[in-house]
């Protein structure tokens, strides 16, 4: 027990250090102009990004480490060529499906994870992709070109042309602040600023 209050002190005093010297402009911008009524970090990636592929255990720690916010993924249409569009829909249909994290690591596994891989270039190929991951064939024919998805795709495009979103991967904080990833120096210092970011009006 005095261990665990010992590494919850030292926890808290660590990230007391880091937000005395957190700076707008330096380790975060506002790109919003009203923050979200509920607390939320948001990731806008691409499948097609491998600076995503490279980053994603790393939002998936914070995820874990976050309690009462919520943490989810924007896709992005402009990344990938042809296949952007294509990638983009196979994101809303896994969210839709409840298997997001599940076709993600698929999904990165094909495009990064040997010599030679490219991005899927059908929805043959997507739904393949799925099906592999364990998702069913019927499911994925019938969430693919649902309304629920159409519906997430446009809320995907309106909300990253609302906040300006250029590069990935990008991470925004309650629709108000980016994080200025290039600014960090480890894992620990990441968390600290986005619980600062979290606690800002």
């Known amino acids: 027990?005095?261990?665990?209050?010992?590494?919850?002190?030292?926890?808290?005093?660590?990230?007391?250090?880091?937000?005395?010297?957190f700076k707008e402009g330096v380790n975060y911008s506002v790109v919003g102009t009203r923050a979200s009524?509920?607390?939320?970090?948001?990731?806008?990636?691409?499948?097609?990004?491998?600076?995503?592929?490279?980053?994603?255990?790393?939002?998936?720690?914070?995820?874990?480490?976050?309690?009462?916010v919520a943490v989810t993924k924007?896709?992005?249409?402009?990344?990938?060529?042809?296949?952007?569009?294509?990638?983009?829909?196979?994101?809303a249909t896994a969210v839709e499906m409840y298997v997001e994290r599940l076709v993600t690591r698929q999904m990165f596994t094909a495009i990064f994870g040997r010599s030679g891989a490219r991005p899927p270039q059908s929805v043959a190929d997507i739904r393949a992709l799925f099906v592999s991951a364990?998702?069913?064939?019927?499911?994925f024919d019938k969430a693919f070109s649902s309304p629920a998805v159409d519906a997430r795709i446009a809320h995907y495009d309106a909300i990253t042309n609302e906040l300006g979103i250029n590069s990935t991967p990008a991470?925004?904080?309650?629709?108000?602040?980016?994080?200025?990833?290039?600014?960090?120096?480890?894992?620990?210092?990441?968390?600290?600023?986005?619980r600062h970011l979290l606690a800002l009006k």
């Open 37 to 68: 009524a509920e607390p939320e970090v948001v990731q806008y990636f691409s499948y097609a990004c491998i600076h995503c592929a490279n980053f994603d255990e790393a939002y998936s720690k914070l995820a874990e480490s976050l309690t009462g």
């Open 134 to 139: 364990g998702v069913s064939g019927e499911g």
């Open 171 to 194: 991470i925004i904080i309650n629709r108000k602040y980016k994080i200025e990833r290039g600014s960090l120096g480890s894992e620990e210092e990441f968390h600290a600023l986005v």
């Open 74 to 91: 924007v896709h992005v249409a402009w990344l990938g060529g042809k296949s952007g569009l294509l990638l983009q829909r196979a994101h």
């Open 1 to 21: 027990m005095q261990k665990l209050l010992s590494l919850l002190l030292t926890s808290l005093l660590s990230f007391a250090v880091f937000a005395a010297d």
